[in-house]
């Protein structure tokens, strides 16, 4: 099952330590604004673009611990 790109946010938020009305305040934006465009009931280029580079930065991030729980594994 594919998560949607709200909880994907959200996730991202937990991975980087930010919330979501914090990323709706950066963004001059609302809560439910974010979750609207995140859901696709509106639409904003800006607002996209902006999801979009969070849940890429949250998944490197996420990446980037596994992997170095992995080194950190096999070296123990």
Do not use: P, W
């Not at 709200?6 to 950066?26: C, W």
């Amino acid at each position: 099952m594919a998560l949607d790109k709200y909880s994907q946010l959200k996730i991202a938020g937990n991975v980087l330590g930010f919330t979501i009305k914090e990323f709706a305040d950066d963004n001059d934006t609302s809560i439910q604004v974010i979750r609207d465009v995140c859901l696709g009931h509106t639409t904003s280029a800006r607002l996209t673009k902006a999801v979009d580079a969070k849940i890429k930065e949250g998944n490197e991030a996420f990446d980037k611990h596994r992997s170095n729980q992995k080194v950190k594994a096999q070296t123990a």
